[in-house]
């Protein structure tokens, strides 16, 4: 089944300890996202891949980092999280004129 | 400042009626103009697209309205069923195959029986 997966679906964490959310698709997509959603706001890119090697920062890049070693997979890293990255989180893949698949999502609370 | 202005923010509609939602933009390079449907608990799915060399676009009930003077498009849901209720973004991004993508703020749908 073609999708995009994401890791955890959830979780709870503290100030300051380093975390990574891992993303994979299986649909040799050249095109990987990250997005932040907030209520009132939508979603928001964080940073986005054309392809291996290749990042570039989307909109509210600050506290985030990301990596694209393989084509399928594309971690966000947050090195020292802090409240206000409290948010649901989504992944997202693509090929051809800018449709995107997105997966199921992770929610994120930092205290 | 949020490059993708959407509204209203909540929507009630009766079944069988029309649902309109939308939205404006500033930057003017915008070529893409997507609508992702998302249920509670999922992500956000593709629903229709509309780049701005067309005024408007129809699959099925729903259909793309684009007015690239005003700087404007909408999205129009006819015979709107329960089955719609869900929350509904705009989007828009530029420069060729993709680039940044830009969302609005959402809208939710909700369609009563």
């Known amino acids: 089944e073609a999708q995009v997966t994401q890791n955890p679906r959830y979780l709870i964490t503290v100030t300051g300890k380093k975390l990574t959310v891992t993303c994979s698709q299986n649909?040799?997509?050249?095109?990987m996202s990250w997005y932040r959603q907030d209520p009132g706001l939508g979603l928001r890119q964080i940073y986005y891949s054309m392809n291996v090697e290749v990042t570039d920062k989307g909109d509210v890049p600050e506290g985030y980092k990301v990596s694209r070693k393989e084509k399928r997979n594309f971690p966000l890293i947050l090195e020292s999280p802090s409240p206000n990255q409290t948010s649901l989180y989504f992944c997202a893949s693509g090929r051809g004129f800018n449709e995107q698949y997105f997966g199921p999502g992770t929610r994120l609370t930092v205290t | 400042q949020q490059q993708v202005k959407q509204s209203p923010q909540s929507l009630i509609v009766q079944k069988g009626g029309i649902s309109i939602i939308n939205c404006a933009y500033e930057n003017t390079a915008f070529d893409y103009f997507p609508w992702y449907q998302q249920f509670p608990g999922k992500g956000p799915a593709l629903l229709i697209a509309i780049r701005p060399d067309v005024s408007e676009k129809k699959e099925g009930r729903f259909t793309i309205s684009f007015n690239k003077s005003a700087k404007q498009f909408s999205l129009h849901i006819m015979d709107s069923q329960p089955g719609d209720s869900a929350t509904y973004f705009c989007a828009a991004s530029r420069g060729g195959n993709f680039n940044k993508f830009y969302f609005g703020s959402g809208t939710k749908l909700n369609v009563k029986p």
């Open positions: 649909m040799n997509h050249e095109y």
